[in-house]
């Protein structure tokens, strides 16, 4: 059992377990490279239909690139991480003048924390709601939500207060975003334990923003709330 940092994440790991014949206790080394950057799981959500986030389909390599796809979107947009996570790696340009430092800041933090500098972009969503979906999922295809967590407060985009269920919530939203989240997780042939993340406008549309492949520190309050050992089903389900 790989914990929920270190090598849970990393795919090369993972491949390693399963050359050896050994049981990683978590998704396949498939699942984790196609979710493992934030372009590709886009595409995949995309592709399923699941509402992304309006931004660019690629890594930017230039400002002009960037500027390309904030005038497509409208501003102010986010330059993220390709492969970040945690809140790193991610700075706003509000308009045309912000890009250069913006991209700067976000490539050093990027290259530092993950050892990647490359960079996209995607439109900022104003004041959102932060909502992510806890989910296990069993080796013969059937896969369940354990409901959502709200971790919408936040600092410096590092989650402070999580709390589950969302104080925003409604059965018919649950019901949309649950099902959005299963697909997501079914088109990888998504294994184990797994959270999908999504951002919610004032409006109550919905946008997938990245799938976590593994367990997630906050993990406890939905065991809390639903009675789950999520650790204990992790195991049954390798087993």
Same mark, same amino acid.
């Given at each position: 059992?790989?914990?929920?940092?270190?090598?849970?994440?990393?795919?090369?790991?993972? @491949?390693?377990?399963?050359?050896?014949?050994?049981?990683?206790?978590?998704?396949?080394?498939?699942?984790?490279? !196609?979710?493992?950057? @934030?372009?590709?799981?886009? $595409?995949?959500?995309?592709?399923?239909?699941?509402?992304?986030?309006?931004?660019?389909? $690629?890594?930017? $390599?230039?400002?002009?690139?960037?500027?390309?796809?904030?005038? @497509?979107?409208?501003?102010?947009? &986010?330059? #993220?991480?390709?492969?970040?996570?945690?809140?790193?790696?991610?700075?706003?340009?509000?308009?045309?003048?912000?890009?250069?430092?913006?991209?700067?800041?976000?490539? &050093?933090?990027?290259?530092?924390?993950?050892?990647?500098?490359?960079?996209?972009?995607? !439109?900022?969503?104003? @004041?959102?709601?932060?909502?992510?979906?806890?989910?296990?999922?069993? !080796? #013969?295809?059937?896969?369940?939500?354990?409901?959502?967590?709200?971790?919408?407060?936040?600092?410096?985009?590092?989650?402070?207060?999580?709390?589950?269920?969302?104080?925003?919530?409604?059965?018919?939203?649950?019901?949309?975003?649950? #099902?959005?989240?299963?697909?997501?997780?079914?088109?990888?042939?998504?294994?184990?334990?797994?959270?999908?993340?999504?951002?919610?406008?004032?409006? #109550?549309?919905?946008?997938?923003?990245?799938?976590?492949?593994? &367990?997630?520190?906050?993990?406890?309050?939905?065991?809390?709330?639903?009675?789950?050992?999520?650790?204990? $089903?992790?195991? !049954?389900?390798?087993?």
């Amino acid at each position: 059992h790989p914990g929920y940092g270190f090598l849970a994440q990393i795919p090369s790991f993972v @491949k390693a377990c399963e050359s050896n014949g050994i049981e990683f206790i978590g998704p396949s080394s498939d699942a984790l490279t !196609k979710m493992g950057t @934030k372009i590709r799981a886009r $595409e995949i959500a995309a592709n399923i239909g699941v509402p992304v986030i309006p931004g660019s389909t $690629e890594a930017v $390599e230039s400002e002009e690139d960037v500027m390309e796809v904030a005038e @497509k979107v409208g501003y102010p947009v &986010l330059v #993220k991480a390709v492969y970040g996570g945690g809140g790193r790696g991610m700075r706003i340009a509000n308009n045309k003048r912000d890009i250069p430092q913006a991209m700067e800041l976000a490539r &050093l933090e990027a290259d530092f924390a993950f050892g990647n500098p490359k960079l996209y972009v995607e !439109k900022l969503i104003a @004041k959102p709601r932060h909502i992510e979906f806890q989910l296990l999922a069993d !080796k #013969k295809g059937n896969i369940i939500h354990l409901g959502e967590r709200d971790c919408s407060i936040q600092r410096r985009y590092q989650k402070l207060i999580e709390e589950t269920p969302s104080p925003i919530m409604t059965n018919e939203l649950r019901r949309a975003m649950a #099902k959005a989240a299963i697909r997501v997780a079914k088109a990888v042939n998504y294994t184990n334990a797994g959270t999908v993340e999504f951002l919610v406008d004032k409006e #109550k549309h919905f946008y997938f923003l990245e799938m976590n492949t593994r &367990l997630q520190v906050e993990h406890l309050i939905t065991e809390m709330v639903t009675g789950v050992d999520i650790v204990k $089903e992790q195991i !049954k389900i390798t087993a």
